[in-house]
Each structure stands twice: as structure tokens, then as C-alpha cells.
């Protein structure tokens, strides 16, 4: 992989640490998971993830967010032969129109589109939206990938707030030198379940938001996540499609 370096303030390395004792003087030198998660935060963009308006193509669609004091828009749209189709998520629900008209939709097909439309935003963002409320980080210590150090997180969500996939494990690898986010994996139940890991490559910068596509690996049933980076090292996992976003476009609010 190439990647780009960003210097991360000392301030930033300072508050990466706790102490677990009442004597302010007994320094413990275990980070925490939230405490990983903000430092990589910090690295990739910070708080432009809250206030921000950016747009990006993927797969032939284009995709629009827009983050202002904890109000989001997202939408996803794309033309084929009935015309043009927006599906629209926000604080407020899902609607999705047609060549400008609502259409009803079923509450099973409602749920699925807009978890759609937020799946790929949320993919497109992170590690900027793991700080929510429903996030539950879980520090695992270090692990060595690819001659490389990371420390590895465990997020888990609460059901409520949670999303309709709120039972789905994720596992990050944040990199111990400048805490950039290289790898992922998560299990999924759905469609009788499944693993899959990521590798991060092409990172790039766009106004101060990081943005990085993946190398999508399938790993097997999602019992396994646990030691997915391990079948990942030994070569056992297989490639199964590249996670690309482009047209990228961003601005601050």
C-alpha cells in the first residue's frame, strides 16, 4: 500500500492514554478503544465529519451527504430506463422518488433501500462515524499485519440507535504510528451470515476529509471474524470486489 503520513499533534498523543488510578501521578499506558478511535478520528478529518457537504460516485451511482449539527441528508441517485430515481434519508425518515414523484414503497422495501443508501455512506466516512452513541469500543491490543503495528478495536452497537443491523461485529486496525484506519472486518447475520475484511489503498485527502477505497475480501462463516487477519496473513481469503468511491467533492459548513 501506499499511504500518505500526517504528523498527529502531540496534544492528540497525550489524550490517546488513561489512567485507571485516583493518584493523578500513576500513569497506565493502555489506551482505551474510544480513545484509539478519536485519535484516528483526528487523523482522517476530524470534525469536518459533522459539519460537512460532500458528494462521490460509486458504482455508477452518485451519492450526497450532508452533516450540520447532528441533522444528516443522504441520498443516493441514478438514472435507468423508467428515469430518474432519488433515495433520500435523513433525521426525518426515508422517501424515495421517481422522476421527481413520491412513490409508496413496503416497509420491508423502505428499510432495506435506505439501509442501502446509509451502508455506503457510512463505508464512504469512516472512521468518522463510529462515534455515536449506540458505538460500543472495545480495545484488543496490538497485532502485527503486513510487518506493520495496529491497534485493534472491537465496535459492537446497542439495538437502540443501533440501526436494523445493530447485532453486526466490526473490527478496525488503527496504525500505532499515525493512527490511520488500514484494515477492517465485520460479520454479518443476514442471508445466513457471513465475514469480510478489508484492506485500505489509494488514500487521498479532498479539502481535509480522508478518503480511501478497499480491496473487499470474503472471509468465512461469522464465527470466524476473530481470526479473520490471521487467514488474511496466511493468503486464505479471497478477493471478491474492490470498494472504489470518485468524483469525489467536498466542502465545509
Known amino acids: 500500500m501506499i499511504f500518505f503520513k500526517k504528523t498527529i499533534k502531540a496534544a492528540l498523543v497525550a ?14 499506558s493502555t489506551p ?9 478520528i483526528a487523523f482522517h ?10 458528494s462521490f460516485g460509486f458504482r455508477g451511482k452518485e451519492y450526497k451527504a450532508k452533516r450540520q449539527e ?3 441528508t443522504y441520498s ?28 409508496e414503497l413496503s416497509k420491508k422495501d423502505s428499510t ?12 464512504a466516512l469512516l472512521p468518522g462515524l463510529l462515534n455515536t452513541p449506540a458505538a460500543q469500543k472495545e480495545y484488543l491490543g496490538k497485532e502485527e499485519i503486513e ?3 495496529y491497534h485493534k478495536v472491537r465496535v459492537t452497537f446497542t439495538k437502540e440507535g443501533g440501526g436494523e443491523d445493530f447485532d453486526d461485529v466490526f473490527l478496525y486496525w488503527f496504525s500505532v504510528e499515525d493512527y490511520s484506519m488500514d484494515y ?23 479539502n481535509g476529509l480522508v478518503f480511501q477505497d478497499y480491496y473487499n475480501l470474503r472471509g468465512p462463516s461469522p464465527d470466524s471474524l476473530e481470526f479473520i487477519s490471521d487467514l488474511f496473513k496466511k493468503g486464505k481469503l479471497d478477493t471478491l470486489s474492490l470498494i472504489e468511491v470518485d468524483r469525489l467533492s467536498v466542502s465545509g459548513l
Open 15 to 28: 489524550a490517546f492514554f488513561v489512567s485507571c488510578s485516583t493518584d493523578s501521578r500513576e500513569f497506565v
Open 184 to 206: 477492517l472486518a465485520y460479520s454479518y447475520l443476514e442471508d445466513q451470515g457471513g465475514t469480510r475484511f478489508r484492506k485500505a489503498f489509494d488514500r487521498r485527502s479532498v
Open 147 to 149: 510487518d506493520e503495528s
Open 45 to 54: 478529518g476530524g470534525l469536518l465529519y459533522e459539519n460537512v457537504d460532500l
Open 32 to 40: 482505551s478503544g474510544a480513545a484509539v478511535v478519536d485519535s484516528s
Open 112 to 123: 432495506a433501500r435506505s439501509a442501502s443508501v446509509n451502508s455506503v455512506v457510512y463505508f
Open 76 to 103: 443516493n441517485t441514478y438514472r435507468d430506463g423508467l428515469g430518474l430515481h432519488e433515495r433520500i434519508l435523513s433525521n426525518a425518515g426515508f422517501i424515495q422518488k421517481l422522476n421527481g414523484e413520491l412513490i
Open 70 to 72: 447532528g441533522n444528516y
